[in-house]
């Protein structure tokens, strides 16, 4: 199981004898902190960084799908949402604004350390899938870089296209730069001169 140390439990109210608190508890979750949904969750994650949230409210309301925008768009944090609605529009909205699960109906406590592996697994794949993601377009955008600098040195130099790209190696080496950096910098001096 993914080791979840300290949870922020946002709830309608705070119930000293709540549940779920002492479910979370008896899985041996170190820290449990609760709030109420009307406080702001953005503010108390920024000074208290928590491995997960679990939201448990009866409606899900604009504010509170806004603040989970702000939590997914600043933190790398799971979101665990249960709520009384099913309807269609809210989940799909829930779902795009950040929940990494959303869970309709009351929370059973036997249910919940299950509930958290898979929120947490299936949170910790889609991050690793972002990711990726990012990864791979940034990798795109230097090949453009470098195809382009290519370009410009065949064009201007008659270079063959291995000798720009040897060129290019050299001229990284030499300043221990990336190529992309170095293609960049051949651009944007082309582009002065144009």
Avoid: W
């Avoid at 979750?29 to 939201?55: G, V």
């Avoid at 929120?119 to 453009?144: F, G, S, V």
């Amino acid at each position: 199981m993914i080791e979840i140390k300290h949870i922020l439990l946002v709830l309608q109210k705070i119930d000293p004898a709540d549940e779920l608190k002492l479910t979370l508890s008896d899985l041996g979750i170190d820290k449990i902190e609760t709030m109420t949904s009307e406080q702001d969750i953005h503010a108390r994650i920024c000074t208290s960084l928590p491995d997960a949230i679990i939201i448990e409210v009866e409606q899900l309301d604009e504010t509170l799908l806004q603040q989970i925008k702000s939590i997914n768009q600043g933190f790398s944090i799971p979101v665990i949402l249960f709520t009384g609605s099913n309807e269609d529009l809210i989940i799909e909205k829930a779902i795009k604004n950040g929940v990494a699960t959303y869970i309709v109906g009351s929370l059973e406590a036997h249910r919940i350390q299950s509930i958290l592996q898979v929120a947490m697994t299936r949170y910790a794949e889609i991050h690793k899938l972002k990711q990726d993601l990012l990864n791979t377009r940034a990798q795109l955008e230097e090949r453009k870089l470098i195809d382009k600098a290519k370009g410009l040195l065949m064009q201007h130099k008659q270079y063959s296209e291995d000798e720009a790209y040897q060129a290019l190696r050299k001229m990284a080496m030499d300043r221990n730069k990336r190529i992309s950096e170095i293609s960049e910098g051949i651009i944007a001096a082309f582009d002065l001169l144009a």
